[in-house]
T-cell receptor, first 111, second 118 residues
Framework: GENVEQHPSTLSVQEGDSAVIKCTYS??????FPWYKQELGKRPQLIID?????GEKKDQRIAVTLNKTAKHFSLHITETQPEDSAVYFC??????????FGRGTSLIVHP | DTGVSQNPRHKITKRGQNVTFRCDPI?????LYWYRQTLGQGPEFLTY????????KSRLLSDRFSAERPKGSFSTLEIQRTEQGDSAMYLC????????????????FGPGTRLTVT
């Protein structure tokens, strides 16, 4: 089955800096890679996703890059703000197969 | 609120008791998933329904766990003879089936039910 590794487990940055979270996956057939943000005590919510037919996708301060050859994808957050502080999860899936989640990265943005 | 809802939000029970959780998915979504999440971990898959059919169950799902989705609408997850190791957040998610083919879609999560077994 699919195996998703996520690094780092904790990331501490100063407000205004950039943050990068990386994930690797094992199943070369995976073709959908969502990122979820989970604030303390709240539900995971999708912030951005990418499919295997593109290499990069941006949405304002958030971007995701995908390297299919190396089987890794990354979340980039620019100009971080304190409200970006949360746990971020990556996932990988294909078709109707169950998505496999990474263990999460706790992002702390210091004002 | 037209999102995924779960009840109860919190449940404290004594070891050995049975508990049941409910999930109401987004109405037009026919896929429903149950996950378990413990502190510092990502959601771990438990089971998955497409309409009323339970299509997949994780090896994590022991015979003390059972899930149903009668009529393909809401779903219930029951844990019998609870153990302290069952303490976790139980998340439900739903998604649209989308078009036929090898396409995955976003999952919409509920707020979760936090179970504490004493």
């Amino acid at each position: 089955g699919e195996n998703v590794e996520q690094h780092p487990s904790t990331l501490s940055v100063q407000e205004g800096d950039s943050a990068v979270i990386k994930c690797t996956y094992s199943d070369s057939a995976s073709n959908y890679f969502p990122w979820y943000k989970q604030e303390l005590g709240k539900r995971p919510q999708l912030i951005i996703d990418i499919r295997s037919n593109v290499g990069e996708k941006k949405d304002q301060r958030i971007a995701v890059t995908l390297n299919k050859t190396a089987k890794h994808f990354s979340l980039h957050i620019t100009e971080t703000q304190p409200e970006d502080s949360a746990v971020y999860f990556c996932a990988a899936s294909r078709g109707s197969y169950i998505p496999t989640f990474g263990r999460g990265t706790s992002l702390i943005v210091h004002p | 609120d037209t999102g995924v809802s779960q009840n109860p939000r919190h449940k404290i029970t004594k070891r050995g008791q049975n508990v049941t959780f409910r999930c109401d998915p987004i109405s037009e979504h026919n896929r429903l998933y149950w996950y378990r999440q413990t502190l510092g971990q990502g959601p771990e898959f438990l089971t998955y329904f497409q309409n009323e059919a339970q299509l997949e169950k994780s090896r994590l799902l022991s015979d003390r766990f059972s899930a149903e989705r009668p009529k393909g609408s809401f779903s219930t997850l029951e844990i019998q003879r609870t153990e302290q190791g069952d303490s976790a957040m139980y998340l439900c998610a739903s998604s649209t089936p989308g078009l036929a083919g090898d396409i995955s879609y976003e999952q919409y999560f509920g707020p979760g039910t936090r179970l504490t077994v004493t």
